[in-house]
């Protein structure tokens, strides 16, 4: 691959070094299980959790005269990431065999795509940000290209005091490896392109996104150069599997290679590994030691060829990927700060849209992130375990918009909801908490307020801020549930004269 430098030094990423700044150059080479219930190449299930060996074909075993057959959905869903990715499509792609010995790996090879990958190059657009001003920069990062391959299955050292175990549920199980360019500047923007590139295969279906467990980890190599000068020798941090141990690791690795390199050292080309309990990457193996793995293409495979009928019957059931959709919700009139939270994560975004349906854009945006995404976070809680549903959130805007509540209540009301459940328009009703808009009530209270404060009146006359203070009251007086604008009205009206 020749390195080619696609970004502008942009003095925001720069990582202060002892003598000067430098700046950080990082690709990341992914793995994200496909979503498929079978594996790449043997019907077994791909179910999580499941008792060890339980998910062990022949094939999955590399039993003696096992033959590979491939999974059609697998390669539909390389297919769908690679269009979700805006990359070409390659419709000749070629298994090869990555010869290696790994107790996890019956085989002796694992099966991949090394010269021919089913999709070439393409194209992720990070958001960064939020910065103080809450803006967002958009950044194009490249993809080179995208391979399937087989995962391989566990060792287990923890089981018995002298044995090893094995696990094979994981072996055979079907893997996209999609690499990106190194275009990719700081660690935030590492985290974003993590961040989107798992929200683009979570709405496309392709990859469940569960980094935890094991459904998506990155393999991370760092750099550091002067700015804008030539391409560093990068390290290569492997499988990371959360996005914070990532952040982390990048930090640490940034800071060693340029404190070698403000030493008057040289960095050497190497595997790491990340420690996430010491927080730091140590070194696993030089460049001198890296395998020679005998890349063949695998006797056993065709190459995988499709027409171009076979990519546009998948082009076009894509859904509406996040991207379109943060541009339409800002097209519908939402801040782009709040079309970037919503899109962030397609269960939001679909909660949202039933918000929103027939309803003010802004208030069910406002609605679903402050108070909803708000009290999910306090509780630890995602919006699939949210206890007040899309309905009852869109009756509680309903309230407000119809003038039967107003936005303090309202809060009330989520809360009662949240805590009880309910339907919000019953709820008010049953326990008196519509608001008074009956005029002849509030002009009571205000008569009232007035009538005992005149001092305070004569300030209010001088002072027009003050009137807010004769608001406090009158709200205090009706139990919070006046009309605030009526009240407003009618104070201006008596103090005002
Ligand atoms: P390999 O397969 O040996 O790991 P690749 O050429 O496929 O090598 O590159 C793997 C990853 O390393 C890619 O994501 C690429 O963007 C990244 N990369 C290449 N050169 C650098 C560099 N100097 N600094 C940081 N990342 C790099
Ligand atoms: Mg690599």
């Known amino acids: 691959m020749t390195l080619v430098d696609v970004r502008t030094p942009n003095p925001k990423n720069f990582f202060p070094g002892e003598d000067h700044d430098w700046e950080l150059v990082i690709g990341l080479e992914v793995?994200?299980?496909?979503?498929s219930n079978a594996k790449l190449f043997s019907g077994a299930s791909t179910e999580f959790g499941k008792e060890q060996n339980a998910n062990v074909s022949l094939v999955d075993a590399a039993m003696p005269g096992m033959l590979p057959v491939i999974n059609?959905?697998?390669?539909?869903?390389?297919?769908?990431?690679?269009?979700?990715?805006?990359?070409?499509?390659?419709?000749?792609?070629?298994?090869?065999?990555?010869?290696?010995?790994?107790?996890?790996?019956?085989?002796?090879?694992?099966?991949?795509?090394?010269?021919?990958?089913?999709?070439?190059?393409?194209?992720?657009?990070i958001q960064v940000g939020p910065d103080k001003e809450?803006?967002?920069?958009?950044?194009?990062?490249?993809?080179?290209?995208?391979?399937?391959?087989?995962?391989?299955?566990?060792?287990?050292?923890?089981?018995?005091?002298?044995?090893?175990?094995?696990?094979?549920?994981?072996?055979?199980?079907?893997?996209?490896?999609?690499?990106?360019?190194?275009?990719?500047?700081?660690?935030?923007?590492?985290?974003?392109?993590?961040?989107?590139?798992?929200?683009?295969v979570r709405y496309l279906g392709t990859c469940d996104g569960n980094m935890d467990q094991g459904s998506m980890r990155a393999d991370v190599n760092v750099s550091v150069r002067k700015p804008g000068g030539e391409f560093g020798t990068r390290c290569e941090i492997k499988n990371v599997n959360s996005i914070r141990f990532m952040g982390q690791a990048i930090e640490y690795e940034a800071r060693r290679q340029i404190d070698i390199l403000e030493d008057g050292g040289k960095i050497d080309q190497e595997t790491r590994l990340f420690d996430a309990v010491k927080g730091e990457t140590r070194s696993m193996r030089?460049?001198?030691?890296?395998?020679?793995?005998?890349?063949?293409?695998?006797?056993?495979?065709?190459?995988?060829?499709?027409?171009?009928?076979?990519?546009?019957?998948?082009?076009?059931?894509?859904?509406?990927?996040?991207?379109?959709?943060?541009?339409?919700?800002?097209?519908?009139?939402?801040?782009?700060?709040?079309?970037?939270?919503?899109?962030?994560?397609?269960?939001?975004?679909?909660?949202?849209?039933?918000?929103?349906?027939?309803?003010?854009a802004k208030m069910a945006a406002n609605w679903t992130i402050n108070d909803l995404l708000g009290a999910l976070n306090k509780a630890g809680k995602g919006i699939e375990d949210s206890p007040v549903s899309a309905g009852q959130l869109g009756a509680i805007v309903d309230l407000i918009k119809a003038d039967t509540i107003n936005g303090k209540i309202a809060k009330d009301v989520f809360e009662i909801v949240w805590n009880e459940g309910g339907d919000p328009a019953k709820i008010v009703d049953e326990r008196g908490?519509?608001?008074?808009?009956?005029t002849g009530a509030i002009e009571a209270a205000v008569d009232a307020?007035?009538?005992?404060?005149?001092?305070?009146?004569?300030?209010?006359?001088?002072?027009?801020?003050?009137?807010?203070?004769?608001?406090?009251?009158?709200?205090?007086?009706?139990?919070?549930?006046?009309?605030?604008?009526?009240?407003?009205?009618?104070?201006?009206?008596?103090?005002?004269?």
Not at 31 to 35: K, P
Not at 103 to 113: K, W
Not at 315 to 333: M, Q
């Open 134 to 200: 809450g803006n967002f920069e958009s950044v194009d990062i490249g993809i080179e290209r995208l391979h399937l391959e087989q995962d391989a299955g566990k060792s287990m050292h923890d089981q018995h005091p002298t044995m090893s175990f094995v696990d094979l549920n994981r072996s055979g199980v079907a893997l996209m490896e999609i690499v990106s360019k190194p275009d990719i500047r700081s660690i935030d923007e590492a985290k974003a392109y993590v961040n989107k590139l798992r929200s683009i």
């Open 449 to 497: 307020i007035i009538s005992a404060n005149p001092d305070k009146v004569e300030q209010a006359r001088e002072k027009p801020s003050m009137i807010g203070w004769f608001v406090g009251q009158v709200m205090k007086e009706t139990g919070g549930k006046a009309n605030p604008k009526a009240v407003n009205e009618l104070l201006r009206k008596k103090i005002e004269g």
């Open 31 to 35: 793995h994200a299980q496909i979503t």
């Open 286 to 360: 030089s460049k001198e030691e890296a395998h020679d793995y005998r890349y063949f293409p695998d006797p056993d495979l065709l190459p995988l060829e499709f027409d171009d009928a076979f990519i546009e019957e998948i082009r076009v059931t894509l859904p509406e990927l996040p991207d379109e959709k943060r541009a339409r919700f800002i097209s519908e009139g939402l801040s782009e700060y709040d079309a970037s939270i919503l899109v962030s994560d397609k269960a939001i975004a679909d909660y949202y849209e039933q918000v929103a349906e027939g309803r003010d």
């Open 72 to 125: 059609e959905e697998c390669v539909r869903q390389a297919v769908r990431t690679g269009l979700g990715l805006n990359a070409q499509i390659n419709k000749r792609s070629v298994f090869d065999r990555k010869n290696y010995f790994y107790p996890d790996l019956p085989q002796g090879y694992q099966i991949s795509q090394l010269y021919h990958p089913i999709v070439g190059e393409g194209e992720i657009a």
């Open 433 to 438: 908490m519509a608001q008074v808009t009956d």
